[in-house]
């Protein structure tokens, strides 16, 4: 049976399933500049949340020190192989984690960048702070948006609300933070919807038709209710379009349900391969923080080459080949790049544990058909009279140098106007 206004605001006004978050100035018009996009170029994030152990991960295999400040979690050239054999060795001073057959394939190929000691001057060992400081690209700690919110709101105000997608998290990644635009996020393609009441399962037509009358209905433009309005139809619509465009989509690469990245992957590779406006994707991998047993341990045996983190790394490997793969059956790898953060880096000795403690500088991967692949940056020094006072390896490169390379480069925006200030180009795309 038709339902009330009333009954209506009661069951549906907060049924939206859409993930997504006002903007911070709802009551003032979009101005200020704007840039002009290039369509068909896609940006997607990988975020390891928890702190990346740099050091396993980038191997400094010919580095003593090293293996002094890691006599048990250092991984000696002979443990750089696959378990077929195939080494992952990448030059006459590093390897990448034996985890990473699949990135190590890719960098064969000179589609992996990787820029060794990135971080920043004084950097925080605080999970929280880190994060919003590598977020926003400002070091207080203080900024609302996000790096990439301030691309948003120069180059996708009027653009399709599926121009940037966040994806599998609880909320918005505070990267895509923005003023002038709303940015979704997707939980899972399943949630991505309008969800009416369950205790009428026949009546969603009138449910979501009741809902657009009500959300369609005219307000000022710069009133909350207005805004609210607004937004609250056109992420209806999307999220619909979503559904809709998915049914779409056929490939044939299989990414394991048993890999919560691959999963995330998909979803993007989803949306990228219907949706031809999506081009910001943001995926995030949690666990990083590895304080203890950073290694396998069984029957008193430990086992550096298996543990969590060369699950996680394994997970990575995986998901990105299988993502890359996908974007190269959809004629899509040319014109994606993808990068890889974490908040810090650890600790350059193992701690009693078997684990690391929070440290600062870690490599960013850079990964996709248009990077010229290779080593960026420099290794910090291992030595004990080039740590910082707190015994850890002091940066190379401004983490903002990579953002910056990628804003100039690959999105086609100064990256003065994102970032505040310049900062040189790292070189990893041409």
Do not use: C
């Amino acid at each position: 049976m038709p339902i009330t206004r009333r009954q209506f605001i009661k069951r549906s006004a907060t049924a939206v399933s859409v993930g997504l978050v006002l903007p911070g100035i709802w009551t003032k018009e979009a101005r200020g500049q704007q840039v002009a996009l290039n369509s068909t170029r896609r940006f997607v994030v990988v975020q390891f949340a928890g702190g990346n152990d740099g050091l396993n991960t980038v191997v400094p295999y010919t580095d003593a020190r090293y293996y002094t400040l890691r006599p048990t979690l250092g991984l000696k050239e002979t443990d750089l192989k696959t378990e077929q054999g195939v080494s992952t060795i990448i030059s006459n001073e590093f390897g990448f984690h034996p985890a990473m057959s699949e990135i190590k394939s890719l960098y064969d190929a000179n589609k992996v960048a990787i820029v060794l000691g990135a971080g920043y001057q004084d950097s925080t060992l605080s999970h929280f702070l880190a994060m919003d400081i590598w977020h926003t690209a400002d070091t207080s700690g203080l900024a609302s948006r996000g790096w990439l919110g301030k691309y948003a709101d120069l180059a996708l105000v009027g653009e399709s609300n599926l121009s940037a997608v966040g994806i599998g998290g609880l909320e918005l990644p505070k990267t895509f933070q923005a003023n002038k635009v709303v940015i979704p996020n997707i939980i899972n393609l399943g949630l991505y919807n309008f969800l009416a009441d369950p205790n009428y399962p026949g009546d969603y037509a009138n449910q979501i038709n009741a809902f657009n009358r009500a959300a369609s209905r005219s307000f000022p433009s710069d009133t909350f209710m207005g805004a609210i309005n607004s937004t609250a139809f056109e992420s209806v619509m999307s999220a619909q379009r979503v559904q809709q465009s998915i049914n779409g989509y056929r490939s044939s690469v299989n990414y394991p349900q048993t890999n919560p990245l691959a999963v995330g992957m998909k979803i993007a590779a989803q949306v990228m391969a219907t949706i031809p406006e999506a081009r910001l994707l943001y995926v995030r991998l949690d666990g990083f923080d590895n304080h203890s047993g950073q290694i396998a341990a069984r029957d008193g045996q430990l086992n550096k080459l298996d543990g969590p983190h060369a699950t996680l790394l394994k997970l990575f490997s995986e998901a990105v080949k299988l993502f890359y793969d996908d974007l190269a059956e959809h004629n899509l790898a040319d014109d994606t790049v993808i990068m890889q953060w974490s908040e810090f880096g650890r600790r350059p000795g193992e701690n009693a544990s078997f684990g690391t403690d929070h440290g600062t500088a870690a490599p960013m991967h850079i990964i996709g058909n248009a990077v010229r692949g290779g080593l960026y940056g420099q290794q910090p020094s291992l030595a004990a009279t080039e740590l910082d006072p707190a015994g850890n390896l002091k940066y190379k490169v401004d983490f903002r140098e990579v953002y910056a390379t990628i804003l100039d480069k690959w999105l086609g925006v100064d990256s003065k106007a994102v970032l505040g200030a310049s900062y040189p180009n790292v070189g990893f795309l041409g």
